[in-house]
């Protein structure tokens, strides 16, 4: 069956590279019981931690103009417990495990993800040029490819992935991992601005959080404004408004009074797409209701890139005050490519396979791969200047 997907297997950027790659995974993988999937630590190694001073609750001062503040606490982050095989309907993964106690101090986060008005704005007046824009080089894919004289020029163009609304439904499977490829494409053209290719336009979307950015063009465009990508534990935190052991960022029930309360796939996917929300992709930003903390959309949407690089086995050694991540990056499926992680779902997560929207769940991505369900928000801390 793998060899009915597309053998796209020279696009753009690495990552792309590896999804347009998946049926022929074996040429160019590392095997993932490889001993670089494994010898790796997951941090530093760690002595006893002692709590220190209270976290820092109180706001030093009034916010930043469409931040609010989160005051700091204590929280358990991550899931208990993998739920046993075949008694997993929130589709629960080995890497939010096990639960463990986190630390943070206060700080401000943005209310939205950041716009497409507001990236514009960074854009006009530094000139930036986003990863999706730029022409990739042969040179990009050394240590992946094989050989990298063989990648056709046709095949260098600068673009990201979008949903492939022509997915081959005929030979359409899910009996293998990483099925959900077959429903996407590298699109050619494909960036910012044209979200879904040349010919689509965010002029009547301005007010809808920016896509097909990578991490780079986060980190430049919080640099530009002052800010920072908050770590994944922030992230986390926030998420939860203030409620300890809440599945999601409302509460414990999906669609209370089968209310919609974000932007995600209705229907199975990618077979049947109801749109029940009324969005078939992004959605305005403030279009479904903030946390107790005031944050729109930490819940579908679009996916949020954090600083933090993903290891699937940082939680069983997590520091416990302000953690920053681990190290290193380690992916053990893709173990050459580097990842960081991704939080909050979007508007392609789903009840059949992603349940990103749920408060503790976590992805891991390329940092090198643009996608139209991808974007980001800033946060500041107490030791930044405003």
């Known amino acids: 069956m793998k060899k009915s997907l597309p053998l796209i297997i020279f696009v753009g950027c690495i990552g792309l590279f590896i999804l347009a790659a998946v049926g022929p995974a074996s040429l160019f993988r590392r095997d993932?019981?490889?001993?670089?999937?494994?010898?790796?630590?997951?941090?530093?190694?760690?002595?006893?931690?002692d709590d220190g001073p209270p976290p820092i609750t109180e706001?030093?001062?009034?916010?930043?103009?469409?931040?609010?503040?989160?005051?700091?606490?204590?929280?358990?982050?991550?899931?208990?417990e993998l739920p046993p095989t075949g008694e997993n309907p929130?589709?629960?993964?080995?890497?939010?495990?096990?639960?463990?106690?986190v630390i943070v101090d206060g700080f401000w986060m943005d209310q939205t993800e950041v716009t497409n008005a507001e990236f514009a704005k960074f854009v006009d007046e530094t000139g930036y040029v986003t990863f999706a824009e730029i022409k990739p080089k042969r040179e990009d894919f050394i240590g992946v490819v094989p050989?990298?004289?063989?990648?056709?020029e046709e095949n260098l163009v600068a673009g990201a992935l979008i949903f492939n609304e022509d997915f081959d439904r005929e030979n359409f499977t899910t009996e293998y991992t990483n099925w959900e490829y077959q429903a996407w494409k590298y699109q050619p053209g494909a960036d910012w601005r044209h979200p879904t290719g040349p010919d689509s336009s965010i002029e009547d979307k301005m007010d809808h959080p920016v896509v097909n950015v990578v991490y780079q063009d986060c980190?430049?465009?919080?640099?530009?404004?002052?800010?920072?990508?908050?770590?994944?534990a922030e992230w986390e935190y926030a998420s939860r408004g203030?409620?300890?052991?809440?599945?999601?960022?409302?509460?414990?029930?999906?669609?209370?009074?089968?209310?919609?309360?974000?932007?995600?796939?209705?229907?199975?996917?990618?077979?049947?797409?109801?749109?029940?929300?009324?969005?078939?992709?992004t959605s305005p930003v403030k279009s479904f209701p903030a946390n107790d903390y005031g944050l729109y959309d930490m819940a579908g949407n679009v996916w949020e890139w954090v600083n933090d690089y993903y290891h699937h086995r940082y939680y069983a050694n997590s520091p416990k005050r302000n953690p920053q991540g681990p190290e290193k990056w380690l992916d053990p499926g893709e173990p050459l490519i580097e990842k960081r992680v991704t939080r909050g779902g979007s508007f392609l997560c789903n009840t059949n396979n992603c349940t990103g929207y749920r408060?503790?769940?976590?992805?891991?991505?390329?940092?090198?791969?643009?996608?139209?369900?991808?974007?980001?928000?800033c946060v500041i801390d107490t030791k930044m200047d405003r």
């Open 359 to 377: 408060n503790a769940a976590r992805m891991r991505s390329d940092v090198s791969s643009a996608s139209y369900h991808t974007g980001f928000r």
């Open 32 to 49: 993932a019981n490889d001993d670089s999937a494994t010898d790796a630590p997951a941090a530093a190694e760690l002595e006893p931690e």
């Open 90 to 101: 929130d589709k629960i993964k080995a890497d939010e495990v096990p639960a463990h106690e």
């Open 59 to 80: 706001a030093p001062g009034p916010a930043p103009e469409g931040m609010v503040w989160i005051p700091g606490g204590s929280f358990m982050m991550g899931t208990e």
């Open 147 to 152: 050989d990298i004289s063989a990648i056709p």
């Open 219 to 232: 980190v430049a465009y919080a640099n530009w404004a002052g800010k920072r990508l908050p770590t994944e």
């Open 242 to 281: 203030g409620h300890e052991g809440w599945k999601y960022s409302w509460g414990n029930e999906f669609q209370p009074d089968g209310k919609h309360m974000c932007n995600y796939w209705q229907g199975t996917f990618p077979t049947d797409r109801q749109n029940l929300d009324g969005f078939l992709d």
